[in-house]
């Protein structure tokens, strides 16, 4: 082993600068005799000029004077030049230098070299830094290599054709041919290499991937092979052999069985093979493993199969390596949803993970627990999660608040319960819940009114105790002030009865209102339950009247206003005040003006502003409203509203929660009219009118024939005043002899009070064959006039 | 694909770095420096896997070198910590008995070491013996060229 003297000497003194400053010092004076050394020219010295000029220039010093170096070094005819020269483009040059292109004839020069080592130089340093012009050039060269060498040249020339088609895509056809019958070869890199090249002409043309299908079988027996294999030492890691090239062809039999029924069948026996005789009692028998069981969940698997794949997760779950477990739950979290009762049954071990020592266990163990909440498991899962709220690492909190306030809308097991747990997490985490809780909570108490008696109770312990949690304060001032009378009596079942006398209430109340903990809100809060008591308590009105004149010269602008305001109310409306002070009603929580909660956007009122409009260029003066139709009825290229792509999530409620919004209002009657009927397949509107200019539209298809139909879409365009919003159907299959149906909402937007036509396009499949259609309704169902249809 | 490769020592320091992704200077330095913050700071019983941007970090520690690597979404992490392992083992057999020092003065070594084992960000050969016997004849090509030549290479 040559001494490399000079470079380590150098590294030697670099590294015994004392300061920052002696070191620059130091490289300086280095780099001025690097500098001199490449204008010296060929001396047999250069190659370990660059070599110090990279070491400097892995420290962050500046090394781009030694570009050209590496490029007639790349040139030279001596092997080590070469060697440092190439190392040297690759951590000085890139694609974006000017000088990477002059190395193009040198590395073109090398690709045919004698020596395979020059080669293999040349294509490591394209494959690292080749820029697309330069893949352009080489490419014949590199598919040369890989038809045509022996497999030391052959595995690298692969992984450099991956990188020309990463960077030229349209390239990719040129490999095509070579990749296939690269995989009968038997070293085991130029297979692995070959396995990345198919993978890589997969991802870019679907045409390519329905090719390669065809080698399923091919790979299957590679696998085959490998897992059954007896110990071979060279390919051999912790007993599994090469777990690099099984995990990649795993990769590719995902890629190739995914959505694909014949090739996903070939595989299924090898993947239940290699499920259970794998050894996953080290790093790389688990890796295999975690492999098998993300191509199992990806392709058509059969149910068996997929079970095995989860109970693998499972067990993953109980291993001692945490990062064996956090890629258990990274990969239970993406099948919650398609596999939810198989991952059911592990629910005990991911509770149990929410104790683990790591914060990233901790939060896939969080995400994981709240996907699997359900109606069953709440209560008991509750009580895991609130535990979990008082330890977690305060980063987990407004999300772990979130989800608990989440799980408990959905699920819970009777309104007390739901109160319970709101209060609790208050209590515990009030600092890291969102805005909308404080008002979700209040309407949530007034609507449970047997229970006001209890949480008045409850909360008023609760502000006795610690006013510092600002959204429990506020919920609690409010019901203070609204059943404070509640509160005097001092009886309730369900509570422990303790007297609470009217001056121990004003004192809370007072307590809050000065406090500097109390924010601007909060003290407003407290400032109008004070004075709503007033109608409730009977002997300290006077006291009432004196904090609230108090405030009427207070600095926050908005409690001196409310200060004022109740004044006046004492002074010269004290006859209206019991009136005004009266028990609030019920809220109804889809009211306009209330937002809910955990709205994603979609439960809004629509706004005529924000809904899309339907075409894009129209023709602009319309003679009447028919005309428009007609017009664009004739028109070649009216685009027409695409439905958006039905969700497939099952728990998502979106659209029936808008049902829900628009329903709210006063429901006119409903009429549902047939506007088509036609080899089996029938098309009905349901017609709700919600205010004078909007309309909601409910379309439904259903089928009487023998077979499924499938890829049922529909497309409507109305006139051009008109603005339609489709939501999304709850599917695209109507199952035959009208056992199902898919609905569709279609809500249209009339601020004209034009005459509503509506053109709607249907298109489905049949047993095999492609339909398309359309019907045009020319009024829609109202309670006093049947619908006109004409279908086209 | 792997994105990037990096060492790094224990107080932060740079020992290698190998790009398979073309990115500007400054941004380099931008992902070392984040890279060292975040791997540094982790505590000692935690996992070794990461998330960075849209990246997935894998990590792991040897005596006093940090070895890190970035990875699509789609690659297996624990086939990651198997590659870095392999690595390190590669390393171990050149060296005999590798230790920090050996990769600071023999950085350029480790280095086509490493373009043995990967390229393109994706792994070429999966034979420890025959990533040795490629280093070592690319060696012995250098060696007869400088006995040739009667200088020491660099």
Known sequence: ????????????????????????????????????????????????????????????????????????????????????GYLGAMMLLDEKQDASLLITNSIKNDLSHSSQYVQSLALCT????GSAEMCRDLAPEIERLLRASNSYIKKKATLCAVHIIRKVPELAEMFTPSARSLLSEKNHGVLHGAVVLITELCKHNPGTLDQFRKAVPELVQIMKGLVTSSYSPEHNVAGISDPFLQVRILRLLRILGHNNDTASDAMNDLLAQVATNTDSSKTAGSAVLYETVLTIMDINSESGLRV????????????????????????????????????QRHRGTIVDCLKDQDTSVKRRALELSLALVSAVNIRSMMKELLIFLSTCPPELRSHTTSGIFNAAERYSPSKRWHIDTILHVLTTAGGDVRDETVPNLIQLITTASELHCYTVHKLYRALVKDISQQSLVQVACWCIGEYGDLLLKGECEEIEPVQVTEDDVLDALETVLQSHMSSPATRGFALTA??????RITDNVDRIRSIVSNYSSCIDLELQQRAVEYNALFRKYDHMR??????????????????????SGVIKETDPSKLKPVEAGLLSEPASQVCDLLDLLDGTDTPLQPSPAPTNNPTTTSSADLLDLLGGLEPAPVLTETVYEKNGLSLKIQCDKQTDTEVMVTLIGSNSTQNDITNFTLQAAVPKSVQLQMKAPSGNVIPAHGLGQVTQTVVLNNPNKVSLKMRIRVSYSNQGAVHQDTVQIDSFPSPTCPPSVSPL | MMHFLLLFSRQGKLRLQKWFLPLPERERKKIVKDMTTMVLSRKPRTCNFLHWKDLKIVYKRYASLYFCCALENQDNELLALEILHRYVELLDKYFGNVCELDIIFNFEKAYFILDEFLMGGEIQETSKQSIAKSVEASDMLQETMEEYMSKPAF
Do not use: W
């Open chain 1, 530 to 535: 004070t004075m709503k008591l007033s109608t």
């Open chain 1, 126 to 129: 394209l494959a690292c830094m």
């Open chain 1, 578 to 599: 019991a009136a005004v002070l009266e028990r609030m009603p019920v809220m109804d929580k889809n009211s306009p003006g209330h937002t809910n909660g955990d709205t």
């Open chain 1, 308 to 343: 095995l794949a989860v109970n693998i997760l499972g067990r993953f779950l109980l291993n001692n390596d945490r990062n064996i477990r956090y890629i258990s739950m990274t990969s239970l979290q993406k099948i919650v949803q398609t596999d939810h009762n198989a991952v």
């Open chain 1, 1 to 84: 082993m040559p001494s490399s003297v000079r470079l380590q000497e150098m590294i030697r003194v670099i590294r015994s600068a004392r300061t920052q400053g002696e070191e620059r010092g130091i490289i300086q004076k280095e780099c001025a005799d690097i500098r001199a050394q490449f204008r010296q020219g060929d001396n047999g010295e250069r190659s370990h000029s660059l070599a110090k000029l990279l070491y400097v220039h892995m420290l962050g010093y500046p090394a781009h004077f030694g570009q050209m170096e590496c490029v007639r070094l790349i040139a030279s005819t001596r092997y080590s030049e070469k060697r440092i």
